[in-house]
């Protein structure tokens, strides 16, 4: 997949999210913000209470969807036959496409009503969703390649060892400007005080200031608008590397905690899903099936 039709895909799922979540918030919002007590009066009762034909068919898709990003993202990950069904990347990006729309076609399921064994399913579900944007960030901050393999030590040191070669050659840069950069770039971690947190505001405030310095450099040499504008693009993704370079130990340190938080509370929404939905059809409660 190239990088423009990667953009689009991951546009494609964005707004299919965000259409799909708008579109029945906007539809049943008049139903949702009814007392509870007032609801079987309201027109919409019949089809968006969790029994109705649009409240329940949002309950099964939802879960469906859930059901699919879990098992198959995790399919992907540990067998070896579906290793050719395209990047580990990209199933994880449609994993969270579907982990994220799934919860939220559950919530109007619920009909923002939810109580006993359910709730609890429910605020697992929430804590799931939750740490997976905390998951995500983690994962953004290791660094892989463009297949979403995470690059070992060595791989690190030759992109760090060949970057300023690379950008002298490429854009046939002066002696002095090369020492420039490589100077720039020297920021010692043991100078950052405080929690791991306090050292990444000051680390971020670092690079904001980084950025700067070597924009103001980059203008005082007779460089054109658009190389400036290329070389500018290229260094940032050198400052990110970097950072995330300096912080990989305790990055790592992170996703295993994040496993240990993630795995149970989806594995216990679930399983509660699971009793839900088999007790809802031994009562009876059919769909169009």
């Known amino acids: 997949m190239s990088p423009i039709a990667h953009r689009i895909y991951l546009l494609t799922l964005t707004v299919i999210a965000l259409a799909v979540t708008l579109a029945?918030?906007?539809y049943g919002a008049n139903y949702y913000q009814t007392n509870l007590e007032e609801r079987f009066f309201h027109d919409q009762n019949e089809i968006l209470k969790p029994s109705g034909f649009v409240g329940h068919g949002l309950g099964i898709t939802g879960s469906f969807m859930m059901l699919v990003g879990v098992f198959g993202y995790m399919a992907r990950k540990r067998f070896r036959s579906l290793s050719r069904l395209g990047l580990l990347k990209h199933w994880l990006e449609f994993h969270?496409?579907?982990c994220?729309?799934?919860?939220f076609l559950v919530l109007y399921h619920t009909a923002f009503k939810f109580g006993g064994l359910v709730a609890i399913s429910f605020w697992s579900m929430v804590a799931v969703v939750a740490s997976g944007v905390v998951?995500?960030?983690i994962y953004l901050q290791i660094p892989r390649t463009i297949e979403g393999?995470?690059?070992n030590l060595s791989e690190l040191s030759h992109k760090k060892t060949s970057f300023f070669s690379d950008?002298?050659?490429k854009f046939a840069l002066e002696d002095d400007l090369i020492s420039f950069l490589s100077n720039a770039f020297v920021s010692e971690e043991d100078l950052y005080q405080g929690?791991?947190?306090s050292k990444m505001r000051q680390r971020l405030r670092f690079e904001k200031i980084l950025r700067r310095n070597i924009k103001q450099e980059l203008l005082q040499h007779?460089?054109?608008k658009k190389v400036c504008k290329r070389m500018i693009k290229i260094i940032s993704a050198e400052i990110v590397l970097t950072r995330r370079i300096a912080w990989l130990e305790t990055m790592h340190k992170f996703l295993e905690h994040w496993h240990v938080i993630h795995l149970p509370f989806a594995l216990i929404m679930l399983v509660i899903m699971v009793i839900h939905v088999a007790v809802v059809a031994l009562f009876g409660y059919t769909w169009i099936f």
């Open 24 to 26: 029945v918030g906007i």
């Open 96 to 98: 969270i496409f579907l």
């Open 100 to 103: 994220t729309l799934g919860p």
């Open 135 to 137: 998951g995500r960030f």
């Open 149 to 151: 393999r995470e690059l």
């Open 167 to 169: 950008l002298k050659e």
């Open 195 to 197: 929690s791991f947190f």
């Open 222 to 224: 007779n460089l054109s």
